[in-house]
Structure formats: structure tokens, C-alpha cells
């Protein structure tokens, strides 16, 4: 047992194992430092127990670690293990027990979160700005975050050079905490709540308005809003003379958020301002809890933020706050990510123009993009007056700005941030003219009014603010990034009443909307808005690029837009996982003639670059091409009929010089491009149950399925490592109990054996479909392949038919990470699933010739193909389907000498042989140990082909640019590749720099001009 009680908190009995494990590991020296042990419950002369002291070799205290706060009750003390590490209850708690024991340093963590703080000297007040040591957010309980720590400690006490945390990280890591701590304080409350009818009604007519709301977003959007509104009464109190909010004694919950409210009411009435920041409608119906210590933990922070000045720490830091809040599967479930502030300055400053340019961003999140508008019209107001004797206050200015921003956003949580972060701009000058709203894009109308999201006073009384809203000469956004699948009914609904006739006319309703994000209609949506020669910026999801919607939706742009310019980037922008993004710049014109003669600047970013610089690109291409990838196409060459991906890299050339030869011929030329090979699958639904028809040697024997029924079958692609599939791959996955059996079943129910029969009403009466979340559990014979089957009689005897296999030699599969790998199956009878593209020969074809068209499939020359023809999905992967496989060029074998063929199939085999040694094929390390191979089969093909191996070179080069800008989608997120005019002022730690050798030999000046 351990020597921690069985009650005591999970926290400090890992954190003190793991203490224990680093010292052991160091001989309990560090850096220099010898330390003694680390001890749990030590007894504080006093009073009181620490929760872990880390102690010199001597036995001196040197650490004392919090990982629990104790109240003392009349009843008895409690204990609370999940409470905020930066609160004053804590905090004092821990240093209460440092300077006691004498200790140099204490920390408090609650397993997720740990801050370090240097031990004042006796006399010396305890301030968090001085006494700041490190904060580790997020920190796990492990040997890594455990290491860190210690070295850090150990560096700090020797002397060595540590960098302490800034003060403006340390702010964020406690609104971090604070916000946890009170959102799960939250959760219990609306569940509460959540039971009874009148708030249950509420909550339910509130989700559907926003297309959804878990509890737990619900209790963490909450806790965000009241420490917003906290922080900005804090704001309020610097520049009016409303009452000094503090400490609130309150019996409960609900008394001490009615409490709150009150000065927030009374700030409403000093400043006849601010209701879109104190005024959240249906948030705030939630009371706090009746807990003390959740009570005192909000008086904690409420003194705490007499520290901070929020207003000097950014121009977008809501957006910035909000961003290292909300959890990236939060965000990504909304559909809602931080625009890097960099990226809305490009966008801005290209849409606006004009000091009295009227601007929407109807996805405004938290506001990043109105926060970049308000500077540029500020600077353009500045500059109209500067040339005329007539002047204007800052006052002034901020009210004419405020009247021509306009925002929507679904949820009413956005509309907030955004109030606060204009509200920021100027808070010395407040106005109730914030043209902000909370609806459904697809609902608002042009010229249409709407209610702003609260109520104002008027001699009236309180009444809701109407916004007529405007055309509009820019519309700048980062629209929502949910896909089509997740777009909930109410929205698709609004959707097809207000573009649905452009959706058709562009052939792209239907299955558009499960397969693009919902931006594409945001763009179509917008064009309404615009002005006469009105401008949209916005940065989307790049995948339309190198989708077949995207052909569509590009021929609406070039029949409603000048397109301006489309600017791709390799690097992901935005910090969630498999998004990558493009600028889209478009100006509105009604007039043919006019869109015809545009010019559309193709940009592709491959590396750190400035804003201006990419501005300047954009209207002067001709001069950037030796720093940026740019094409400059006439928009009247833009296709109509192929995706404009190829646009960035100007292919065209290349294609017609490779595909165009005569020793050329599609795939679809001597083969058919099918998924799978087994008859009863479909292209969408596959075999309708993958777990019953799908079967290990061991499920077979079970069943005691005939030989007759079960076929060698390839299911994954990870189960094909090579160039080749043979019978021997396949027995090492039967070995292996991997799936290796198809149930191909041709006959009728009444012809089969007791076992076989036994085994389809297993399937009929167990659930064995995928299906998505909100989806019943299907049996086998209910998915839609298997009925689809069932209705077709004159094929299929039944559901469980599969019929027959079609011999299919070459096969690749549909999704690659890195390069899509052409395989040839070399068991005569082989299923192939529908995850791969089978290729059926029309007429009889050589094993010679068969090698010779793999060859050419696995060169450069057909990944180069792959990558412009196929579609870049989430992940970074290239995904094939049967048109565009069929249309991938490779080696017309009836035109080339017997010896060419020969010597294409001996390349082959020579590279499935190579891949046999080196294991697989499928990782990086493998692929660039294969490519000599490869370089010879692009040398060989073009030596046939009669191309100057320039042309090759090229398109090796080209091909490098898809591969790397697909792969960008699995990087770590770099938001600074593109730098802006403004830094961000907070952040995460960097890391240490390493000390750079100093030239003395520099003369003095040059010292001076760098410092």
C-alpha cells in the first residue's frame, strides 16, 4: 500500500513517484545541486501540512509543492484537489508553508497546470510579477515535465541562466486556469439547470440557433464571458468613474452573480455604453454554484486583476486569448479558428480603400479581421484630414469607424469577444453604434434590418436595437471551416433558399454539400452584399483547389468576379490539425468584357514572408517571380473544366509535352478504373458490412465457411507493402489472423450448407455496420450496399451476394500519405477492396507489357500526374478516384520497341526488388532510397518519349511543390511564417537562444546602430 492514504489525490502521489524517478535517475544531483528526497505530508511548524517538500542532500527545504487546497470549517478542514493554481487561496496557502519552512521556491499544480514562484525574502511583500519562476501549462504528470522542472530549479539555485516566464505568458496561463477551474465549476450547475422545463426550453431553442451546444462548451463559453466581463469592469475602472469592483460577500451562487450584475448594470449607465460586453441574454440565466471555495476563487480573481492592464497588452489579444483557450477540437467541431493576425492585415488592406469604405466580416469569430479594419480606416481617416486644415478627434473617429464595421457571427459567444475587442479600441471613447448581430449568415438579406444581440436604453425605455444592413464595398472573413457533412439542418436549409438556384445552376448542390466546406457557400452567399465593384477577401480551406467541386464553384467565380488573385501557402496557418488554407481575392463586376480582360495572380508561398511584400506581388507579379512561385493568367484562359491548382505552377506546358505524345496513352486507353474488383461493392458503400464478408482464417474455420465461398481477398493498404501482392504476402496475413477471406456466395439460400445459413442470419441480426454518431446500429443486410443488392434480383441472389471477382493485375490505393504506389497482384484470383482503384484490362495484356506500364506508373511522370489529377484530402494524404485514374498518362505499349518495353519492365522489377530489401515502401526513408530507381525510369521514359530531360526536371520540381504542400497539412502550425506590421506582444516561452560569439573587431558605431 502505498504510504499516501487511500483518500489522498492522485496528483501528489504520481507527482511524488515521479520526483523520486528523476532523482534516482541523477543520483539526486542536478546542474550541481545536490538534492536529499522528497517528502509527502510534512508538518509545518505552526500549523498545517505541505503537500510535498523537496529537500536539500543536508535535509534543508528547498521546494515546497501544493497540490491540494485545505479549508478550514468549523466542522473540520476540507480538501479540494481541483481548484485554480493561480488563485490567492492557494497561492497564499503554499507560501504560507514556504516562508515557514524556509524554502527558496514553492509551486502549485493540479495535474494539469504547475507555476513556480521564488520564496520572498522576510520583510519583502509577495508580488506575481517579481516572485514569477516558470509556468508549466500544459503539465503532465510524466518524467519529461517532472525533468524539466527539476533542471530548471537546479539551474536557477546554481547561478546558471534561466529564462523566467514572461508576465504576459504568465497572464495567459492564468486566464487559462481561471477559466478551467470555473467552467468545470460550471457543469454541474447546467446540468441542474438542464432538468428543469423553462431553462431545458431555453437551452434547446439556444442550440439549435447556434447548430449545436454540448454542456461542456456551454459551461466553458460561460466561464470565458464572466471573466471577460471581469476583466473589462477592471478596464472600465481606469478611465470612469464607476464603483471599484471587489471582493463580493454573497450567501450563494445566484446572490453573487445578481451581485456582479449590478455593477455591470451601473457601468452600462456611467458609460451609456458597453451592453454587447455585459449583456450575454441567455448565459446570463447561469449562476455560479453554492460552493464557498468556488465563490472565494472568483474574489480571488476579481483582487488579482487590479495587477493586469489588459488594454496594453495587444491590439487583437481577445482573439489571441481565445485562441489559447478553447480547445482545437472545440474549435474545429464549430468550425471556428483564430486568424493569425498577419494574415487579416493582408487581407484588409487589399478589400479596403477607402476611409469611407462600409465593411461586413459575417464569420467574425472573435473579431481579428473588424480589429484590422478599425486600424486601417483610422489610418485612412488620419491621412483625408491631414490634408485639409479641418481636424477630428479621436472620438470622433472612433464613432465613424465603429458606424462602418459591420459583424455577424451564429453564436452569440463570437458576437461578445468582438464587442470587447472593438470596445478596446478606444475605451475613453465609448458609442452604442457597434453594428453587431448574431444570426444565421444564410438568413440575412442586403438592405434587410436585424436586431442587435441586446437591449438599450432609451427615454422610451429599453428597446432592441435595430441595423439596417448595408451594401458593402468590402467583405473580409475566415468563414467557418465545417464540412459539409456537419452542417446542421437548419442551416442547409437557409442554404438552399438563398443559393440553392446558384447551386444548381452550377451543378453544385446535392452531393456538394457533403463534400466541400461550407465556405464555398459563404463566397457565393456574399456576392448579394457587394457594392458595384465590391471586394471579398477571405482565407479558406485550400482543398477546393484539387477537388472536382472546385471546378464548379471556380466557374462561378468567373462569371460573377474579377479574380484577382488566389495566394496558396505551404506552411498551416491556423492551429488545428489538417487545414490548409489559401487567400482568395475577388472583385465584384457585372460586365463580361470587363471580367475577361483581368489578370488572376496565381501565388504560391513557400517561406517566411512579409505582408507587404505579398501585396506588392500581387499588383506588380512580373517583378516578384525570383522570390515568389507566381503565374499571372489571363482570366479568360482560366479552365473551365479542370481544377486551377495547376494555375500555380503553370503545368500546362509539361502536360501536353508528356501526355500529348503519341507514345502516350491514357490508363482508361487499355484498362478500365474501377473501385475494387469485386462485383457486389459499391463505389460509396463498399461491401455494406466489411465485418461480415471480410473474414481471418480463424472466422472462417469457425463459421465452417466452404472453400468455394472464400477468395483471397486485399483489404487495407497497409497490408501492401511492395510493388507486387503474392501468395506468399497473403499467407503471411492469414498467418497473422488479419482479414484474408472474402464471402463470395453466388447461389441461393436454398442451395447452401446448414453452416453457411447459420452464419447469413448471424449477419442479419448483428450489428456490424459502420455508421456515423447519430445513427442507429445497422445488421449486415440493413447498409445501403447490401439493400441495393437485395433489390437487384436478376444479379445477386440475396444481400450477402458479393457474385464474382474480375481479374484486376494492377491496383493502387485511393488515399496515399506520400506517394500513391501502383502494385501488381500476382495471385491469379484476388479481391480487391474498394479502397483501392483496380485497373481490369480490356483486352489480354503481357506480363511484360504489364511491367513496363507499372514502371511508367511509379516514376515521377506518374506521380506527377497523380498529384495535379488526384484531390488533396485531410491529413496531407492524395486521394485517386476511378475518372481521374483513368485519365493518368502511361507508356502506349503497341508503339514502342520491344527492347523499350523490356527495359521499362526490367526498371520495374529491378524497384520491386529494391523494395523488398529495403522492407516497404511506404515510408519517407524508403521512398528516397528507392528514388535512384526511379530517376532511371524518368530517364529511360524520356529517352522514349524523345523529351529534353529538362522538361523532366522541371516536373520533378513541380511535383515536389504538391507533395510538400500537401504534407504542410500535418506540420506544426506556423501562423508567424507570414509577418505582419505588428508583433504580437504576448506569447508562449521561446527557448533559449544559443550565445553568439561577439566580433570584437567591430567598430564602435556599428555597436551603437545595432543596439
Not at 527558496?104 to 507555476?115: D, E
Not at 455593477?263 to 460552493?291: H, M, Q, R, S, W
Not at 422610451?460 to 436595437?465: A, L
Not at 472583385?587 to 507587404?612: G, P
Amino acid at each position: 500500500m502505498s504510504k499516501f492514504g487511500p483518500k489522498e489525490a492522485l496528483v501528489e502521489e504520481e507527482l511524488y513517484h515521479q520526483i523520486r524517478g528523476v532523482l534516482d535517475k541523477n543520483n539526486s544531483c542536478l546542474n550541481g545541486i545536490k538534492f536529499g528526497t522528497i517528502q509527502p505530508q510534512w508538518s509545518v511548524h505552526g500549523g498545517g501540512i505541505a503537500d510535498l517538500v523537496l529537500t536539500f542532500d543536508d535535509g534543508k527545504p528547498f521546494l515546497v509543492i501544493e497540490c491540494k487546497r485545505k479549508i478550514d470549517k468549523p466542522s473540520g478542514s476540507k480538501t479540494i484537489r481541483d481548484f485554480d493554481v493561480f488563485g490567492n487561496n492557494v497561492l497564499n496557502q503554499a507560501l504560507s508553508y514556504a516562508m515557514r519552512l524556509g524554502t527558496f521556491a514553492f509551486a502549485t499544480t493540479n495535474g494539469s497546470r504547475l507555476a513556480l514562484f521564488r520564496t520572498p525574502k522576510e520583510g519583502e511583500p509577495f508580488r506575481i510579477d517579481t516572485h514569477r519562476l516558470l509556468v508549466i501549462d500544459p503539465f503532465k504528470l510524466d518524467s519529461k515535465n517532472v525533468n524539466g522542472l527539476l533542471d530548471f530549479l537546479s539551474k536557477w539555485q546554481s547561478g546558471i541562466h534561466v529564462r523566467l516566464v514572461e508576465i504576459d505568458w504568465f497572464f495567459i496561463s492564468r486566464l487559462r486556469s481561471f477559466v478551467d477551474f470555473l467552467s468545470k465549476s460550471f457543469e454541474p450547475v447546467i446540468k441542474t439547470l438542464s432538468s428543469e422545463p423553462e431553462f431545458s426550453k431555453k437551452l434547446q431553442d439556444f442550440s439549435q440557433r447556434v447548430g449545436g451546444v454540448t454542456l461542456n462548451q456551454l459551461a466553458r463559453e460561460n466561464a470565458y464571458l464572466l471573466m471577460n466581463k471581469i476583466v473589462f469592469y477592471k478596464i472600465l475602472e481606469r478611465h470612469y468613474k464607476v464603483s471599484k469592483l471587489k471582493p463580493i460577500s454573497a450567501p450563494d451562487g445566484k446572490f453573487f452573480c445578481e451581485f456582479l450584475k449590478g455593477f455591470f448594470k451601473k457601468a452600462i449607465i456611467v458609460t451609456g455604453d458597453f451592453e454587447p460586453i455585459f449583456i450575454t441574454e441567455f448565459y446570463d440565466d447561469i449562476p455560479l454554484p453554492n460552493e464557498e471555495f468556488i465563490l472565494d476563487e472568483v474574489n480571488s480573481f476579481i483582487q488579482e486583476m487590479d495587477t493586469y492592464r489588459l488594454e496594453e497588452v495587444g491590439s487583437d489579444v481577445v482573439g489571441y486569448i481565445y485562441e489559447e483557450l478553447i480547445p482545437d477540437e472545440e474549435r474545429h467541431r464549430l468550425g471556428q479558428f483564430y486568424t493569425p493576425p498577419p494574415i487579416a492585415e493582408l487581407i484588409v488592406k487589399w478589400a479596403v480603400r477607402s476611409s469611407g469604405d462600409v465593411i461586413l466580416d459575417p464569420a467574425v469569430g472573435s473579431g481579428t479581421f473588424p480589429v484590422k479594419a478599425y486600424k486601417r480606416l483610422y489610418e485612412l481617416i488620419l491621412d483625408k484630414h491631414a490634408k485639409s486644415e479641418k481636424k477630428i478627434s479621436s472620438g470622433a473617429i472612433h464613432k465613424k469607424i465603429l458606424s462602418q464595421l459591420y459583424a455577424d457571427d451564429i453564436n452569440p459567444f463570437s458576437a461578445h469577444l468582438t464587442s470587447v475587442n472593438l470596445a478596446m479600441r478606444n475605451v475613453k471613447h465609448p458609442t452604442s453604434e457597434m453594428n453587431i448581430f448574431v444570426e444565421d449568415f444564410f438568413s440575412l438579406r442586403s438592405r434587410m434590418e436585424v436586431f442587435a444581440p441586446y437591449t438599450i436604453k432609451t427615454p422610451q425605455g429599453e428597446i432592441k436595437r435595430h441595423i439596417a444592413i448595408p451594401p458593402f464595398d468590402a467583405i473580409v472573413a475566415n468563414p467557418p471551416y465545417t464540412r459539409g457533412n456537419e452542417i446542421n439542418n437548419k442551416t442547409e436549409k437557409l442554404i438552399s433558399l438563398s443559393i440553392g438556384d446558384t447551386l444548381k445552376k452550377y451543378k453544385m448542390s446535392g452531393g456538394l454539400l457533403n463534400e466541400t466546406g461550407i465556405y464555398v457557400h459563404f463566397i457565393i452567399h456574399a456576392y448579394d452584399f457587394l457594392k458595384k465593384h465590391g471586394r471579398i477577401g477571405m482565407i479558406i480551406n485550400n482543398s477546393w483547389l484539387q477537388a472536382d467541386y472546385g471546378v464548379n464553384f471556380g466557374n462561378f467565380l468567373l462569371d460573377h468576379f474579377r479574380v484577382k488573385a488566389v495566394i496558396d501557402f505551404n506552411q498551416r496557418l491556423f492551429r488545428v490539425p489538417l487545414v490548409a488554407t489559401c487567400v482568395l481575392l475577388l472583385e465584384k463586376e457585372d460586365n463580361a468584357n470587363e471580367r475577361r480582360k483581368n489578370k488572376t495572380v496565381f501565388l504560391y508561398v513557400d517561406e517566411e514572408s512579409e505582408v507587404e511584400d505579398i501585396l506588392v506581388a500581387v499588383n506588380e507579379p512580373q517583378k516578384w517571380v525570383d522570390i515568389f512561385h507566381i503565374n499571372e493568367v489571363n482570366q479568360n484562359d482560366l479552365p473551365t473544366d479542370q481544377k486551377w491548382v495547376k494555375k500555380f505552377f503553370n503545368t500546362e506546358e509539361i502536360e501536353v509535352a508528356i501526355a500529348g505524345s503519341p507514345l502516350m496513352v491514357s490508363t482508361a486507353h487499355f484498362f478500365e478504373p474501377r473501385y475494387s474488383n469485386i462485383t457486389g461493392v459499391t463505389a460509396r458503400g463498399g461491401t455494406g458490412a466489411d465485418k461480415f464478408f471480410y473474414l481471418s482464417k480463424q472466422e472462417s474455420t469457425k463459421w465452417n465457411i466452404p472453400k468455394d465461398f472464400l477468395v483471397p481477398v486485399l483489404v487495407r493498404s497497409r497490408y501492401n507493402k511492395f510493388f507486387t501482392f503474392t501468395i506468399d504476402d497473403w499467407k503471411d496475413l492469414r498467418q497473422r489472423e488479419k482479414p484474408c477471406y472474402a464471402f463470395v456466395c453466388h447461389q441461393g439460400k436454398n442451395n447452401l450448407s446448414e453452416s453457411v445459413k447459420e452464419f447469413i442470419k448471424w449477419g442479419e441480426k448483428t450489428d456490424l455496420v459502420r455508421i456515423k454518431a447519430d445513427e442507429q446500429p445497422k445488421t449486415a443486410n440493413q447498409s445501403l450496399a447490401s439493400l441495393t443488392r437485395a433489390k437487384d434480383k436478376k444479379r445477386f441472389f440475396g444481400w450477402y451476394d458479393l457474385r464474382g471477382i474480375t481479374k484486376s493485375p494492377i491496383f493502387v490505393s485511393r488515399r496515399a500519405q506520400y506517394h500513391n504506389k501502383f502494385a501488381l497482384a500476382k495471385i491469379n484470383k484476388l479481391a480487391i477492396d474498394d479502397g483501392f482503384v483496380t485497373f481490369v484490362p480490356k483486352n489480354e495484356i503481357m506480363d511484360l507489357q504489364l511491367n513496363a506500364v507499372l514502371s511508367s506508373l511509379n516514376s515521377d511522370i506518374g506521380r506527377f500526374f497523380v498529384e495535379i489529377y488526384g484531390r488533396s484530402t485531410g491529413g496531407g494524404a492524395i486521394e485517386l478516384d476511378d475518372k481521374s485514374a483513368g485519365k493518368i498518362p502511361i507508356i502506349n505499349y503497341e508503339k514502342i520497341s520491344k527492347e523499350s518495353i523490356e527495359e521499362l519492365g526490367v526498371l520495374f522489377s529491378k524497384l520491386e526488388a529494391e523494395t523488398r530489401q529495403i522492407g516497404d515502401a511506404e515510408t519517407q526513408e524508403s521512398i528516397l532510397k528507392l528514388q535512384p530507381i526511379v530517376d532511371g525510369i524518368d530517364a529511360k521514359m524520356a529517352d522514349i518519349l524523345g523529351i529534353d530531360f529538362a522538361v523532366i526536371e522541371k516536373m520533378k520540381t513541380i511535383t515536389k511543390f504538391f507533395y510538400e504542400r500537401r504534407l504542410a497539412r500535418i506540420d506544426d502550425a506556423r501562423p508567424e511564417s507570414v509577418k505582419g506590421e505588428e508583433e504580437p506582444k504576448i506569447g508562449p516561452p521561446k527557448k533559449l537562444k544559443k550565445v553568439q560569439k561577439i566580433n570584437n573587431d567591430k567598430q564602435l558605431t556599428k555597436w551603437l546602430d545595432e543596439k
